[in-house]
């Protein structure tokens, strides 16, 4: 059951970046929590444009039948991984298995990003896509940072423009 909102008392603006716009795309599997065996939820990322596997986010908790599906894909990590000894923060820190970075998964997410191009929510998982390799994923792109001097505009910059046309800001 989805929880309603009452956005009443609320901007035309606000009403609509609350709406969360979510799109499918591919992303690689990096790491898991839980076991190989019976994973919890998937690790992601996307190479960046130097080649390297870059942290994108984590779905949200794996439904059985996906984490049975999902687990006999996966295959331990080697030596050499890309996020070796890299601590996983969110709430808690998070115990991951390394896995070998081969396997791309379509996940649902919501377009909003961090400036590091990461999702700021939990993706969700759709699929495993067997014939795509980690090399036709889409890279992982930086949002452009806000020059300093661009605040003095009354209407706010990371906005695009038809939207601050629609609101009316």
């Known amino acids: 059951m989805q929880e309603r909102v009452d956005l ?87 115990v991951v298995t390394l896995v070998e970075p081969e396997l791309v998964v379509e996940v649902g997410v919501g377009v909003v990003r961090d400036t590091s191009g990461r999702w700021r929510h939990p993706a969700r998982l759709h699929r495993a896509r067997l014939y795509l390799s980690p090399g036709g994923v889409p890279r992982i792109t930086a949002l452009p940072r806000r020059h300093p001097s661009s605040t003095a505009s009354t209407s706010p910059g990371w906005l695009p423009a038809r939207l601050q046309r629609v609101c009316g800001e």
């Open 8 to 94: 009443s008392g609320h901007t035309r603006l606000e009403r609509l970046l609350h709406q969360q716009v979510r799109e499918t795309t591919e992303a690689i599997v990096g790491a898991v929590t839980g076991s190989l065996a019976t994973p919890r939820s998937l690790l992601l990322g996307r190479y960046d444009n130097h080649g390297r596997l870059q942290y994108t986010g984590r779905t949200t908790t794996l439904a059985q039948a996906a984490s049975s599906a999902v687990a006999g894909l996966l295959a331990s990590a080697r030596r050499g991984h890309p996020w070796t000894g890299r601590p996983f923060c969110g709430r808690e820190t998070l």
